[in-house]
């Protein structure tokens, strides 16, 4: 095994991480994701400038991956929750329980552009500057969308009053 | 020096986008701004959630396609369509003998899913004698079948998925060879049962593989699976979650106890 190799796999629980988290509400599977994005990884190998950040490079790739499937057929206006995803809420502690949920739900209701960049960050701990680079958008963007995306969920998450939830078919 | 906290700065700090000095002066100012300690303790409960909803997913084992895919050496177009020639093959081979459900080969289907089903079937309903050696004896048991089968065999605990050994036995198998079979028991008595046959698999290793089998009127949900030189297959009437469940559990445990004592043949 190549070490490109060697470093590809070491980035799959990286890469599953976020395709699951990324695609949880359209109808692409998160998997096939990851593996499309290894295969034109390793396509594109000679692309990669060897010492580079060959994770931001991946994440590059499975955005551009996404993002074409998305505009293909339009699919993140769909709603839809795989019953695996569903299996990850531990039903130990019913509050816990209820907020979890909720948080997902919210999750799945933010605009596509502005999840990516607070899963990039918030699950892979990428600096603004990478992700702006990743998503090939300026770093004020970054921070918008960043800003957007979290107080939309504080938003629905903390209010005092929070309104009956939508309930989910 | 200013007072307004604002969001980008929460932001920055939360993400540890600040130099050490920026960061120390934020705290500074964060203790006189209620609403911006507020936002901060927010987000990050929000921040720790996010990450524990998708924690489990990183993680899972790698699933064996993805590790397959980046452990092809010579990646090149000609593989590519040769894939593509060899699963167009296989399909119209396999659509003509009508068992799609089956992909890579045959005998899969035919040595190692067919032969499990059957013992299901004719042990599952065993009243008096369901297995050969009980759970009691389970050591000797174990130690049996790994002389048997030339491999080092040890009955995986279920327990955990409320299903109780209740012993094992050896089976004569296709192409002259041995199986094991591992039978379970939940508390109403419904039966599982593990086969594992040591065999030359055309794949080395496979997705654990889902399907139905109907025998005499009777369903069964089938999950099966080659890891090594063994090939495994879980019968049940439980449901395919379940099924799937139970099948990566004693995926993980058995990943660990095998190791084979001597070569094939």
Redesign the interface.
């Known amino acids: 095994?190549?070490l490109f190799?060697k470093k590809?796999?070491e980035y799959?629980?990286?890469l599953?991480?976020y395709a699951?988290?990324l695609a949880s509400n359209s109808h692409c599977h998160?998997?096939d994701l990851?593996?499309d994005t290894?295969?034109r990884a390793?396509?594109k190998?000679s692309l990669w400038v060897r010492n580079s950040n060959l994770r931001a490079w991946l994440f590059t790739i499975m955005h551009n991956l996404f993002i074409n499937q998305v505009n293909k057929a339009n699919l993140y206006a769909l709603e839809s929750i795989d019953?695996h995803q569903e299996s990850?809420i531990s039903a130990e502690d019913p509050t816990q329980d209820y907020?979890?949920a909720q948080?997902?739900q919210q999750?799945e209701c933010l605009p596509m552009r502005q999840k990516e960049v607070?899963?990039l960050?918030?699950?892979e701990?990428f600096?603004?500057e990478e992700v702006a680079k990743i998503l090939d958008i300026p770093v004020g963007t970054v921070?918008s969308r960043?800003?957007r995306s979290?107080?939309k969920?504080?938003q629905s998450?903390?209010r005092e009053n929070i309104s009956p939830l939508r309930q989910v078919k | 020096m200013r007072d307004d906290i604002s969001n980008t700065e929460i932001h920055a700090y939360l993400d540890q986008q600040l130099t050490p000095e920026q960061a120390s002066e934020f705290e500074e100012r964060l203790k006189k701004d209620e609403l911006a300690q507020k936002k901060l303790a927010d987000y990050q409960i929000i921040e720790q959630s996010i990450d524990g909803l998708y924690q489990p997913v990183f993680d899972e084992k790698i699933p064996a396609h993805l590790l397959n895919t980046c452990e092809k050496k010579s990646y090149n177009y000609l593989a590519i369509a040769a894939s593509v020639l060899f699963f167009v093959i296989g399909w119209l081979s396999s659509a003509q003998n009508n068992s799609f459900n089956t992909p890579n080969n045959n005998s899969l289907a035919q040595d190692l899913e067919t032969p499990a089903i059957f013992a299901h079937s004719i042990y599952s309903v065993e009243k008096l004698h369901p297995v050969e050696v009980k759970a009691t004896k389970q050591e000797h048991m174990n130690h049996w079948l790994s002389k048997r089968l030339k491999t080092t065999l040890k009955a995986p605990n279920l327990s955990k998925h409320e299903f109780e050994l209740v012993g094992g036995r050896l089976l004569p198998s296709t192409n002259e060879r041995m199986a094991a079979q591992f039978m379970y028991q939940d508390n109403n008595g419904e039966r599982i049962t593990l086969y594992i046959k040591r065999g030359e698999w055309q794949t080395k290793e496979t997705a654990i593989n889902h399907t139905q089998k109907q025998i005499k009127n009777e369903r069964f949900n089938v999950s099966f699976w080659v890891d090594d030189d063994l090939g495994y297959v879980l019968t049940g009437k439980t449901s395919k979650a379940t099924n799937q469940i139970l099948s990566e559990s004693i995926y993980q445990q058995m990943s660990l106890n095998t190791t084979p004592l001597v070569a094939l043949r």
């Open positions: 095994m190549t190799e590809l796999i799959i629980p990286n599953r991480r699951a988290a998160a998997d990851v593996q290894l295969e390793l396509i190998n019953d990850h907020f979890v948080l997902k999750l607070m899963l960050i918030s699950l701990g600096s603004y921070m960043l800003h979290r107080e969920l504080r998450l903390f």
